[in-house]
């Protein structure tokens, strides 16, 4: 077969973002303005929630979002220690202890079981991530928290207070537009955070988004202002609303933060979110598609679409055995990528464990103590999946991966 040359994950612009960004950059308002709010707004509609807000990334709603609850020194956030860093790294930054918990035995999701015994008096929020797109099973996890509420001890914070129990703070960086027992994931955890990077299903260069449940006592415009003054600078007006006539003046109501989304931004995920079912539908195709030749050399990849839930089809897993039925080594799997890009093919890995990285060495965490997140990890390859490819192109991932495989002869 003809050599290509398959990307990896190349971002989908088309005209239609081009022009939605023209009209931001004409309009001369390139910052936080309209365009924000109006994809706060149909983010939030997506999702079946009240309120969204959009800001400059996954990370920074969810450092965000940490800050209102008001997690601090002395407070314990449980995360898997399978995931990307930010994740974490949000825990470390506001000062509170990062808790890991492996995942489940020949699975990439938390150990429901150990996550259970992770808790304690101190366990303020739990931070279950829907990876690769695929729910988290927000039923089992919001089990486990009423089964342990009477541990809880609730700051002084408002909000802790109204939800009396752990907050869970899902990480949805790889999933938005996926559904769970038919609803949203949106409308499971007490808040979720979506990734809008480069390369998510949908874009907007850099951002995210931040929405949550309506909470008991608690005033959804309040919270909403609170996102905006801690998101820039602690100032009591935005941008926008000091060009009124006359409306200079304002306040800086606490020393904060610096992490808004501009129009400019907005404008690619407004012209996306347009198009977004049609995107998620081709992702859809492209999954099923290599569903069956992977199965049929005898790898393991997951299942994105069940009757319980749909997954956002952001990244396709395999783990790689021999014909033998034993797992790939990490040699093995890198000789894998390498053959594989030797064909035009761009893979990835998802992910290094936490613990594998410098940064969680020194925090004390040992690859030893997550055995089954690092067996997970040691034979795991991500293969090309965005709506940039072909039929052809996808023809041909699919023939380079038998090839690979049997000229490995393993």
């Not at 404008?267 to 030749?293: F, H, P, T, W």
Request: glycine share 6%; with cysteine; hydrophobic share 35%.
């Amino acid at each position: 077969m003809k050599k290509r040359n398959i990307q990896f994950s190349p971002p989908d612009i088309t005209k239609l973002e081009i022009q939605e960004v023209s009209d931001a950059l004409r309009s001369g308002w390139i910052t936080t303005g309209p365009k924000v709010k109006k994809l706060e707004k149909e983010v939030a509609k997506r999702c079946g929630t009240s309120k969204a807000v959009c800001l400059n990334s996954q990370t920074a709603c969810a450092e965000m979002t940490l800050r209102v609850l008001g997690i601090g020194p002395g407070d314990e956030v449980i995360v898997p220690a399978y995931t990307y860093t930010a994740s974490a790294s949000v825990i470390e930054h506001v000062g509170a202890t990062i808790v890991m918990v492996d995942c489940e035995e020949g699975k990439f999701t938390m150990d429901y079981d150990k996550l259970e015994e992770a808790i304690t008096e101190k366990t303020k929020v739990i931070i279950p991530v829907d990876l690769f797109g695929i729910p988290c099973d927000y039923e089992r996890i919001f089990e486990i928290v009423e089964k342990k509420k009477s541990l809880f001890k609730a700051g002084e914070n408002k909000i802790q207070k109204a939800i009396n129990r752990i907050v869970v703070m899902d990480d949805g960086a790889h999933s938005f537009g996926a559904t769970y027992k038919g609803m949203s994931v949106a409308q499971y955890p007490d808040f979720i955070n979506f990734s809008f990077h480069a390369v998510k299903n949908l874009t907007t260069a850099e951002g995210g988004a931040v929405t949550w449940k309506d909470i008991e006592g608690i005033d959804n415009e309040e919270l909403y202002k609170s996102y905006q003054l801690l998101s820039l600078h602690g100032q009591s007006k935005d941008a926008l609303a000091k060009t009124k006539l006359g409306a200079w003046e304002y306040d800086i109501v606490g020393p904060w933060y610096k992490c808004n989304m501009t129009d400019v931004h907005a404008a690619i995920g407004l012209s996306q979110s347009r198009r977004y079912d049609s995107m998620l539908a081709k992702r859809k195709n492209i999954i099923c598609k290599y569903d069956e030749v992977v199965k049929e050399i005898g790898c393991k990849v997951l299942e994105h679409y069940t009757s319980e839930y749909q997954s956002s089809g952001h990244l396709y897993i395999v783990r790689l055995f021999r014909k033998d039925g034993t797992a790939f080594s990490g040699e093995e799997r890198n000789e894998f990528i390498t053959k594989m890009a030797e064909l035009g093919v761009g893979t990835n890995v998802h992910y290094k464990p936490l613990p594998l990285h410098t940064a969680y060495k020194n925090l004390g965490f040992n690859i030893e103590d997550y055995k089954n997140a690092y067996e997970q990890y040691i034979n795991e390859v991500t293969l090309p999946l965005h709506i940039c490819l072909t039929n052809e192109d996808v023809e041909y991932v699919v023939w380079a991966v038998k090839k690979v495989y049997g000229d490995m002869d393993v």
